[in-house]
Structure formats: C-alpha cells, structure tokens
C-alpha cells in the first residue's frame, strides 16, 4: 500500500512547519506529497519549493484546476517541475467547481468532462514533444485567423504520470480510460462499487483493467482510545464539505455520499448550512459518515480499517492527520505507517 500526505490549499502555516512536516514524511517512506488548490495556495509554487528540499517523496498537484491555466501552459509548469524534482513530479488534474470556476478565474464551467478531456491530450502532447495542434470543441491550437503556429515546448519528451480527481459516474469512466491514477475523494472502502464501477467501465472501454490504474483515496486519520471523541472533532469539516464545498445545485462532495447511500443526510446537512445553521449541520453529522470515510478509531480499529481498503482495491492512502499541530501530524503519520506495516 501506498502512502501519500497532502499539504497546501488553505493551509497558511509557518514554512518550517511545513518542510518540517514534508521532510519527515519523506524520511519515514511516504511516497507522495500532494498539494491542495482552491482558492488559497496554489499547486505548484509548493511543489517548486519543497523539491529543493526532499530527496525521495514524488511531489504530485492534488488537484490543479484546469480552468486556472491553458493547457499549455500546464504543460510547461508540469515539464519544468518534472525537470526540476528530477524526475520525482506528478500531474494531478481537476475540474474544480462552478463556484470558483466562473466566480474567480472567470470562465464558463459548462461540459468539464470535455474540457478535461481535451486538456489531457493536449498536455500529453506536449509531454511526447510533439507540436502542439489540437482542434477541439474547446481549444483549437493554433488559433485559426491569426499569425500563430504550431509550437513545440523546449523540453525533450518526459514520461509523467497524469492522475485525474474525479467524482461524478461520466469523469469516473474517463479515469479509467485515459489516467495514470485516481485521486479519491468521499471514498468509502465499504462502498467501493460507487466509484470503481464507472473507473471499471472505463477501462475496459480503452482494453485496459483497474490494475493498469494506481487507485488512491482520501483517508481521514485519527488514532486514540476515545473514539468519540475523535468522531466529534471530525464533523464540522465534514458538514463544511457537505455544505459549502459548492452551490447549492452543484457539490460534488455532497453527490459522492449521495451515492453511498447517506442521501437524506448529506440533503439535510447542507440544507442546513446553506440556511446559515452552522451549528445544526455539524450536529447533523452521522457517525457513519465519519467512520465509514476514513481510518478513525484506536490502534486495532485503524488496523483493520486499512485491510478494509486494501480488500476493496486501494493500493494508495492519502493520509490526511486530523490534527492541527505538525507535530502531532507527524506522530500520526509514523503510527499509521507502522499499522499498515502490520
């Protein structure tokens, strides 16, 4: 089993802490760091930062929006990170949501799938160091009429791995079509079938089989003896998702445990939220919708937990530490691995 750590996003933690944080996990054999956008740190300028920093993690964008950037210009940051980590970096590619899509970069949200499409095969174009002409519903390269041509990017050829974040059941089949891996999120090992039968679809569509696709997941991680404890501190970040990680016609996280079977909680949640009761909507917040999305619990119930997703076809954990000190961050981490190990 894999093992990956998330950093970014909207962390605004000191910088030591953060390579600190970083450098430990890298010691201890973690095998990927991702880094968070929405609308707080970017992808990569992390990534860049943490490069000159670590010797073996592989450093991936978990996720860059691709509404944020041309295609392009992806390729080119994703070729310079690759040339820079020596060789240690992956892409890791997004749709984002309407919210953030068109509120704050400006741009139409309409058919992302396409839109992800034609980004994956325009930067895998460039990745061959082939000329870059591509005639797409949304990007035509060059543009027709005016004085440019096709360009090559300034890098020889590069093989780096495209992981894709996708959630609803269309994107889900695309993953399995065209990706290198699947960034999971709202993933339950207990309702595998919700995500990997479309990933399967997809697949086999393209002659291709899931172990032909590094399947990870999101894994909220919290280790004590007082369980309900470490429940209760897991429910306003998970009403935050339910509720505001969205509008309310178009939240992916909310549909994902739709689909799992928690529809009348995650309606009422982020009803709640939405009418400004903050506070009900975490109240509203099932101990089933903590316990079944993560590895949550003390020492022996963490331990099967991690079988439970190995048994369901996760060969990667992004292990996400509920605490906020990056110490305690750290101790958790160490204890997971050694669980894993069992």
Excluded at 277 to 293: G, H, N, P, S, Y
Excluded at 311 to 322: D, E, K, M, W, Y
Aim: hydrophobic share 40%; charged share 25%; aromatic share 8%.
């Amino acid at each position: 089993m894999k093992t990956s750590i998330s950093v970014g996003g909207y962390d605004r933690g000191e910088r030591t802490e953060l390579v600190d944080f970083v450098q430990a996990a890298d010691r201890m054999g973690v095998d990927y760091a991702w880094s968070a956008e929405a609308w707080g740190m970017d992808a990569f300028t992390t990534l860049a930062f943490l490069a000159g920093q670590t010797r073996n993690i592989k450093l991936g964008t978990g996720i860059a929006q691709i509404s944020a950037r041309a295609p392009a210009m992806t390729a080119i940051t994703a070729l310079s990170m690759h040339h820079l980590s020596g060789g240690r970096f992956v892409l890791g590619l997004g749709v984002s949501g309407p919210q953030v899509v068109e509120g704050l970069h400006g741009v139409p949200y309409a058919q992302p799938l396409s839109r992800l499409r034609e980004t994956v095969d325009i930067v895998r174009m460039a990745f061959r160091g082939e000329k870059i002409s591509y005639q797409g519903k949304h990007h035509l390269l060059p543009r027709e009429g005016g004085e440019g041509k096709a360009i090559r990017l300034d890098f020889p050829p590069a093989e780096i791995p495209i992981f894709l974040a996708t959630l609803a059941p269309k994107s889900l089949e695309f993953t399995g079509e065209a990706a290198d891996g699947w960034l999971g999120t709202c993933f339950s090992p207990d309702h595998a079938e919700v995500h990997f039968d479309h990933i399967r679809k997809g697949a086999k569509a393209a002659g291709r089989t899931l172990a032909d696709i590094e399947l990870h997941a999101s894994c909220a991680l919290a280790i004590g003896e007082n369980v309900e404890e470490l429940i209760e501190a897991g429910r306003p970040s998970l009403a935050f998702r339910m509720g505001a990680m969205g509008s309310a016609k178009t939240n992916f996280y909310n549909d994902a445990y739709c689909r799992a079977g928690f529809e009348d909680d995650a309606k009422a949640i982020q009803s709640l939220w939405k009418q400004g009761k903050r506070d009900q909507a975490v109240e509203r917040v099932t101990d089933d919708m903590i316990l079944k999305f993560g590895a949550i619990g003390t020492p022996d119930m963490v331990r099967e937990r991690f079988r439970v997703y190995r048994a369901a076809g996760i060969n990667g954990l992004v292990l996400n530490p509920q605490a906020k000190a990056p110490k305690a961050q750290i101790e958790l981490i160490e204890q997971a691995l050694d669980l894993l190990r069992d």
